[in-house]
Nanobody, 122 residues
Framework: VQLQASGGGLVQSGTSLRLSCAGSGLSLDNYAIGWFRQAPGKKREGVSC????????YYGNSVKGRFTISRDSAKNTVYLQMNNLKPEDTAVYYCAADKSVCTNFELEYDFWGQGTLVTVSS
């Protein structure tokens, strides 16, 4: 079982990135998939989660309206579209799988990807 997060990079403030979380050894359709991020010197925090086909949750007012989570069942991949990026979005982004529910409590998740670094310059 593996989750592979990708799509991070160095971008300027105001631009967009799309992160991908690809699953192998598990069907992501059977899991709630969450995105978390950890900024330098800070605790990891929940960003968004998707369960079932398209039931989406966003954690924190800072990402609502700018980030969109979605899934492509055919590609066994969950995406996090991040628009209008800000320097405070700089972090390592992780995806994680939970067998049942969406939550922003990281201890609830069963499987984790390795993280992808997003750096937003001002």
């Amino acid at each position: 079982v593996q989750l592979q997060a990708s799509g991070g990079g160095l971008v300027q403030s105001g631009t967009s990135l799309r992160l991908s979380c690809a699953g192998s050894g598990l069907s992501l359709d059977n899991y709630a998939i969450g995105w978390f991020r950890q900024a330098p010197g800070k605790k990891r925090e929940g960003v968004s989660c998707i369960r079932n086909r398209d039931e989406a949750f966003y954690y924190g007012n800072s990402v609502k309206g700018r980030f969109t989570i979605s899934r492509d069942s055919a590609k066994n991949t969950v995406y996090l579209q991040m628009n209008n990026l800000k320097p405070e979005d700089t972090a390592v982004y992780y995806c994680a799988a939970d067998k049942s529910v969406c939550t922003n409590f990281e201890l609830e998740y069963d499987f984790w990807g390795q993280g992808t670094l997003v750096t937003v310059s001002s």
